[in-house]
């Protein structure tokens, strides 16, 4: 109820679409039941997510974050705030239920590209709450949890007062810990809400076996110590033991030194960096943080690294930091890392 006090629900676009669809239902409802009994076309197995009524294995329920929502159909106009929640439903073949993108800040995957430059691209960065309103979406599904910071007025409440569902990628649920499981859960619930669990099993599957290949070409290697440099000059930004990225070394025949930070990210001092001494740096790349060379110029300069001995031996790996996200680009990090720290595994 509206007390006067806060802002009063919208009718929006996205209410007028539900209404629309509660009508169409009905009269689909209707004309089935007034056919049933006179047969139809048997369909065949391949192809049958696409082909099946979007009404098939609904409604889904989801505990998304703390936020449950009831999916009566699949969502149909989506936007995504930042790349890896994009990309996922991309490989999910989900490319016609896409609505906009926002916050591009790596290079897309080469199989995904064409397929993301040809949806709207909403914002750089964030998108402002009426420029995703102006979308006219059903979902929005964010990847860090700035994608409904409610200090600019992107809440998941503002969303659902405006009629709109949101997603938040589990990585910022505030769990424990994050690891693979987490990226094949993501995959399988996105493909719960749309409808095509098949193509999630199948994704997920794929995936497996991509990181079950470099598991197995490190297999007895001896373990390396490696340091995440996100970014930083006065203090450096490292993956902390919550993250996704201190999973993906361990499972490339490596260390996270900063497994112990209680965090997704934060910041650590340069004299911790020495003190730990990682044998190689994993070097995180996106826009918006220096390139790549500009950061390795930086740690070579400094002398109080000079010693460290990633340093000592410029022993870099160069990760997207999309890949090191909970996505479909996890498994993918876990091989480029297994080669950079064992090289000799691969030739």
Not at 25 to 39: I, K
Not at 156 to 184: P, S
Not at 236 to 263: H, M, P, Q, W, Y
């Amino acid at each position: 109820m509206y007390d006067g006090t806060s802002r009063p629900p919208l009718f929006t676009p996205a209410h007028r679409r539900h209404a629309l669809r509660a009508v169409a239902a009905a009269v689909a409802l209707s004309a089935a039941l007034l056919t049933a009994g006179c047969g139809s076309p048997q369909g065949t197995a391949q192809g049958a997510e696409t082909t099946a009524s979007p009404a098939d294995g609904f409604p889904v329920t989801v505990d998304n974050c703390g936020v449950k929502t009831t999916y009566d159909e699949p969502p149909s106009r989506v936007v995504t705030i930042h790349q890896h929640p994009a990309e996922l439903m991309l490989a999910l073949g989900l490319k016609d239920r896409m609505a906009g993108t926002a916050f591009p800040d790596s290079a897309v995957l080469p199989g995904l590209r064409e397929d993301y430059e040809s949806i709207p691209e909403l914002a750089k960065r964030e998108p402002s709450f009426e420029t995703v309103l102006e979308a006219e979406p059903d979902l929005v599904y964010g990847g860090y949890g700035s994608a409904f910071a409610e200090n600019e007025g992107r809440s998941r409440e503002a969303f659902a007062d405006a009629g709109i569902d949101t997603y938040l990628n589990r990585e910022y649920c505030g769990k424990e810990r994050v690891t693979m499981k987490d990226t094949y859960e993501e995959i399988r619930t996105i493909g719960r809400i749309f409808g095509v669990p098949g193509r999630a099993d199948e994704l997920v599957s794929d995936l497996r076996d991509r990181v079950g290949r470099a598991t197995t070409a490190v297999e007895g290697e001896p373990r390396l110590s490696v340091f995440v440099y996100d970014s930083g000059d006065k203090t450096a930004f490292t993956a902390g033991g919550k993250s996704l990225a201190t999973e993906l070394i361990r499972l490339a025949g490596g260390e996270n030194v900063f497994a112990d930070l209680d965090d997704v990210f934060g910041d650590v001092s340069w004299e911790q960096v020495v003190q730990r001494k990682p044998e190689v740096i994993a070097i995180y790349d996106y826009e918006g943080a220096g390139s790549v060379e500009r950061k390795k110029k930086f740690l070579l300069s400094q002398p109080a690294l000079a010693d460290v001995p990633a340093v000592r031996n410029q022993r870099f790996v160069v990760l997207p930091l999309t890949a090191t996200l909970v996505g479909v680009r996890s498994a993918y990090a876990v091989e480029d890392l297994a080669r950079g720290l064992h090289p000799e595994s691969f030739r």
